[in-house]
């Protein structure tokens, strides 16, 4: 039996942030994954904001990223686009192009220099409560059974997470709200522009929409991510086929990495801690609804959890009434954005590809003078009295 005070199992960005914070807030951590190499495969479009390092009191590392971005090109059914770039409106979600394989690492290794332990290729099989109230895990790793007991476990084990049900939480994502993401990473691309992300809406992808992330010369991560509920009889994959083969930047690309994995887009689940236990990341749906993105707002669910993690260490009480503070945390950070875009998703669901067309034709007239997701969505409900009616109390 392996003891130890913190336990975290997932070592994604979340998981390995988590790890960081308690053991920097003097606890003894274990950070378990099942992978034999942290980061890989990769389960994103990789795109991250400049205020994450702020807010996680990191350092830019250019070997970790690919890719500045200078702006965005928003593109609506019939072609018609959008460019908002920084040389013309302030663009303060602006951010990189990760590259997750090296970025994943470098956040398990800056947990394992705050003196976390970390196992690579651990795979937790089962959980267990124990008379005291502390957890044991059952994990394997390389063909060896063993136990770790916790006084406390972090579940970053992603969106259908085996250790929020293990520990009887409810922290369920309706199948409505879980979406099919699935991504190429290709070379020999050719965007118009190496420095800004495009994204394309409508019945390109169901309930979602396309994007072309560049990384730098002609390489690009080209996804999309759809609501199976959206989309018929044809496959996430047969989206993203069709998709690159008519657009014009990847017409000529080719393929040397596929990429694929639910993103829930639903909100905040409903129970994100419990005694001795806390979750954060995807397995908390800490994912922006509208955009899908859940890489800043997961490292800031781990930081949370552990910081509240260490704290419960110190005061020797790992109760759900001394773990509350955490989601506190959380909603005060996030909460309520992720309410506002949950409403905007699912208003954005109800549009035709004409009604998409005409919106855009709208934006191409109007003049921005800086651009964030709640700015774009205030700008459609200034030119579509629907989008007034449906989500003007929650944005003007």
């Known amino acids: ?24 807030g003097g606890a003894d951590v274990i950070l378990m994954d099942k992978k034999s190499e942290i980061g890989a495969p990769k389960r994103c479009a990789e795109g991250i904001s400049k205020q994450t390092f702020q807010k996680l ?26 460019w908002i770039t920084n040389d013309v409106v302030e663009l303060p979600e602006a951010g990189y192009i990760l590259e997750r394989k090296v970025f994943d690492k470098h956040m398990a290794m800056e947990a394992g220099r705050e003196g976390a332990e970390i ?7 089962g959980l267990k409560r124990e008379d005291d109230g502390t957890f044991t895990v059952t994990c394997e ?12 476990i972090i579940g ?3 969106p259908e997470s085996h250790v929020a049900k293990w520990a009887g939480l409810k922290a369920y994502t309706k199948p409505k709200h879980m979406e099919s ?19 394309y809406f409508g019945s390109v992808a169901p309930g979602g929409y396309f994007w072309l992330f560049p990384k730098g010369d002609d390489i690009v991560n080209a996804g999309l991510a759809i609501i199976p509920d959206f989309a018929g009889d044809k496959s996430a994959y047969e989206y993203l086929v069709d998709a690159v083969d008519n657009c014009y930047a990847t017409q000529d690309a080719q393929a040397v ?10 909100g905040l689940v409903k129970e994100m801690y419990g005694d001795n236990i806390l979750l954060c990341g995807d397995a908390a749906s800490q994912v ?26 110190k005061a020797g009480d790992y109760s759900k009434k001394f773990l509350k503070k955490y989601a506190k945390m959380v909603d005060d950070e996030m909460g309520h954005d992720m309410e506002k875009y949950s409403k905007v998703c699912d208003y954005l669901w109800t549009l035709s590809d004409e009604e998409l067309n005409s919106i855009a034709h709208a934006f191409q007239g109007m003049e921005f003078s800086k651009i964030s997701t709640t700015e774009l969505v205030k700008a459609l409900i200034k030119v579509q009295p629907k989008a007034a009616l449906k989500l003007g109390k929650l944005f003007l």
């Open 1 to 24: 039996m392996i003891k130890t005070d913190v336990l975290v199992i997932g070592a994604g960005p979340a998981g390995s942030t988590a790890a960081r914070f308690a053991a920097k």
């Open 181 to 199: 993401g699935i991504q190429f990473e290709m070379c020999n691309a050719k965007m118009q522009r190496s420095d800004v992300l495009e994204f």
């Open 257 to 266: 990495e596929l990429n694929v994995g639910g993103d829930p887009v639903g």
């Open 141 to 152: 790793s390389m063909g060896e059974t063993f136990d770790i007991n916790a006084k406390i």
């Open 57 to 82: 009191d990191l350092e830019m590392d250019p070997h970790w990223v690919t890719r500045e971005i200078e702006g965005v090109r928003l593109v609506a059914p019939d072609g018609t686009d959008v």
């Open 156 to 158: 970053a084990d992603g």
């Open 119 to 125: 196992k690579i290729k651990t795979q937790a099989k």
């Open 288 to 313: 922006n609804p509208l955009t899908g993105g859940g890489i800043t707002s997961g490292m800031m669910g781990g930081r949370f959890a552990g910081e509240v993690a260490a704290e419960a260490i």
